[in-house]
């Protein structure tokens, strides 16, 4: 089973809690070009009525929520999930005392609790590809949303980061193995044809993005927070040594291909 999902390394490995997740997300944060930003940008793409039920299957800390808080008509009804335990405490937290009422529920998304026609909108923002059986995933997923409901599913497309394992290469090939051997089995170039088994519609947009790198530390702790290896200080004092000395190289600057999107269906 690829690493990326297989669900005993994600719960025990990356996703305890937040915090690796919160690592890569900083990074984007801080040197991606596009100054809409992720989370305003997918919210921008919901098209849904003012009294809505939505799912989030894969919520991780809340971050799409809290980005938008303002935006959230007062009719939505939202139920928040995650497979990791740690990241619904995660999102409890963060959403605690907002002026939106959200329910938080540890989901698998191969079996959702939920009813037939239940939801108006389910949301994946790039999960689907740590699902190990996305077929009976979007199985359920077609199950709960009521006729005419939508799914917004983002994902990464097949380029995106692909001048990291280059980089990374050149100081330790075994650290690049995790980036050169991922294999994502629900992409922007694959994931049009899984969707159309349960989806008449499927539309894509993507997101025009690109990271200029011009810290080191910050891409290490990035590189770091998805090893194997873990965060280990004689390993992270190298890289962010190395990743400087690229840098300077560089007159200081280091870019990175972003591809992101988001898939619509109905």
Same mark, same amino acid.
């Given at each position: 089973?690829?690493?990326?999902?297989?669900?005993?390394?994600?719960?025990?490995?990356?996703?305890?809690?937040?915090?690796?997740?919160?690592?890569?997300?900083?990074?984007?944060?801080?040197?991606?070009?596009?100054?809409?930003?992720?989370?305003?940008?997918?919210?921008?793409?919901?098209?849904?009525?003012?009294?809505?039920?939505?799912?989030?299957?894969?919520?991780?800390?809340?971050?799409?929520?809290?980005?938008?808080?303002?935006?959230?008509?007062?009719?939505?009804?939202?139920?928040?999930?995650?497979?990791?335990?740690?990241?619904?405490?995660?999102?409890?937290?963060? %959403?605690?005392?907002?002026?939106?009422?959200?329910?938080?529920?540890?989901?698998?998304?191969?079996?959702?609790?939920?009813?037939?026609?239940?939801?108006?909108?389910?949301?994946?923002?790039?999960?689907?590809?740590?699902?190990?059986?996305?077929?009976?995933?979007?199985?359920?997923?077609? &199950?709960?949303?009521?006729?005419?409901?939508?799914?917004?599913?983002?994902?990464?497309?097949?380029?995106?980061? &692909?001048?990291?394992?280059?980089?990374?290469?050149?100081?330790?090939?075994?650290?690049?193995?995790?980036?050169?051997?991922?294999?994502?089995?629900?992409?922007?170039?694959?994931?049009?044809?899984?969707?159309?088994?349960?989806?008449?519609?499927?539309?894509?947009?993507?997101?025009?993005?690109?990271?200029?790198?011009?810290?080191?530390?910050?891409?290490?702790?990035?590189?770091?927070?998805?090893? &194997?290896?873990?965060?280990?200080?004689?390993?992270?004092?190298?890289?962010?040594?190395?990743?400087?000395?690229?840098?300077?190289?560089?007159?200081? %600057?280091?870019?990175?291909?972003?591809?992101?999107?988001?898939?619509?269906?109905?």
């Amino acid at each position: 089973m690829p690493r990326l999902s297989d669900p005993n390394y994600l719960l025990t490995k990356q996703y305890p809690n937040a915090a690796n997740l919160q690592t890569r997300i900083g990074l984007h944060k801080k040197f991606s070009t596009n100054m809409i930003g992720w989370f305003p940008w997918m919210f921008d793409h919901f098209n849904l009525p003012p009294t809505s039920k939505i799912l989030e299957l894969g919520c991780g800390p809340g971050d799409l929520w809290l980005e938008n808080m303002a935006r959230i008509p007062v009719g939505w009804q939202l139920t928040l999930s995650d497979f990791s335990p740690g990241m619904l405490e995660q999102a409890r937290h963060n %959403l605690h005392n907002q002026p939106h009422v959200f329910s938080c529920a540890r989901i698998d998304a191969q079996s959702i609790p939920h009813k037939e026609n239940e939801f108006e909108a389910v949301i994946a923002n790039h999960m689907l590809y740590h699902v190990p059986d996305r077929v009976s995933a979007l199985s359920e997923i077609r &199950r709960v949303l009521k006729p005419g409901g939508q799914l917004y599913a983002s994902t990464v497309g097949e380029g995106h980061m &692909r001048e990291l394992p280059i980089l990374l290469h050149k100081f330790d090939p075994d650290l690049s193995i995790d980036f050169e051997n991922t294999i994502l089995e629900f992409t922007l170039e694959n994931g049009r044809s899984q969707l159309e088994a349960c989806f008449s519609n499927v539309t894509v947009y993507r997101y025009n993005d690109e990271l200029l790198i011009t810290e080191a530390s910050p891409l290490a702790d990035y590189v770091l927070s998805g090893s &194997r290896l873990g965060v280990i200080p004689a390993v992270r004092d190298a890289l962010i040594e190395y990743i400087a000395a690229e840098l300077e190289q560089n007159h200081g %600057l280091f870019r990175i291909t972003k591809d992101s999107g988001i898939f619509i269906t109905s």
